[in-house]
């Protein structure tokens, strides 16, 4: 509980951060990047597959909680799975997301943390999430992932090729209890309520009234701020 307290606490106090006037640092040298944990991103890019790796092409300034007092100009590579920091002379790091916790919250105001999770193959992985809300020691995650599209080739001379490509999936959400593993969200809403033993029959009960979707990521914001509500009302 100690621990979520202090990551929840860290996740608000760098939401609020004023960036006005600070300078934008670019990792000039392996030395530091190495004592902030990071390793040099994977450069090479394939000519032969259209589209991005990123959510967002360009880089967004942002800060990260284990440097909260500087600016960094950073990208989310939904395909490796990977925040990538700008570094000096077109070179680029990714954060150590095995390492302890990471808060990246940009100025734009979205926000990442790196987490441990359940893939749908019941594997241990670990990567970035973007935080959609949190609700004291549950927080609400979302999964952006890029795959590729392998080549489709031509079934007729009436016909073209079709070029390997990078295709954005569908987001998946998760819930995160603690420092916990995060698991995705379940289809079922009563499987989904057990998640909260003390609040199960109102938040049933919300979700029946609300017309509640669980796949609709408003609907799961609106359900944790409910959650969070019933949870302050009851003290």
Do not use: C, W
Request: no cysteine.
């Amino acid at each position: 509980m100690k621990k979520s307290i202090l990551l929840l606490t860290g996740i608000v106090s760098l939401f609020s951060f004023q960036a006005i006037s600070q300078q934008v640092v670019l990792i000039p040298e392996r030395t530091f990047s190495r004592d902030m944990g990071m390793n040099t991103a994977e450069r090479e890019e394939n000519p032969n597959i259209e589209g991005s790796k990123y959510i967002y092409e360009n880089y967004q300034q942002a800060k990260l909680s284990t440097h909260p007092n500087i600016l960094f100009n950073v990208r989310y590579n939904a395909y490796n799975d990977d925040i990538e920091v700008q570094g000096a002379n077109n070179t680029s790091y990714a954060l150590n997301k095995y390492g302890g916790t990471i808060i990246v919250t940009m100025l734009t105001g979205e926000n990442y943390i790196n987490s441990k999770y359940v893939d749908d193959k019941e594997n241990i992985k670990t990567g970035f999430f973007e935080v959609l809300n949190t609700s004291g020691d549950f927080f609400l995650l979302k999964k952006q992932t890029v795959f590729v599209k392998e080549k489709e080739i031509a079934k007729t001379t009436y016909h073209k090729d079709k070029p390997a490509k990078y295709v954005k999936s569908s987001d998946e959400y998760f819930v995160k209890v603690n420092d916990l593993t995060a698991n995705k969200i379940p289809k079922k809403n009563k499987e989904f309520a057990n998640l909260f033993p003390q609040e199960k029959e109102a938040i049933l009960s919300f979700i029946k009234s609300e017309k509640i979707k669980l796949k609709k990521e408003e609907d799961l914001i609106k359900v944790f701020k409910h959650i969070e509500k019933l949870r302050k009302d009851s003290k």
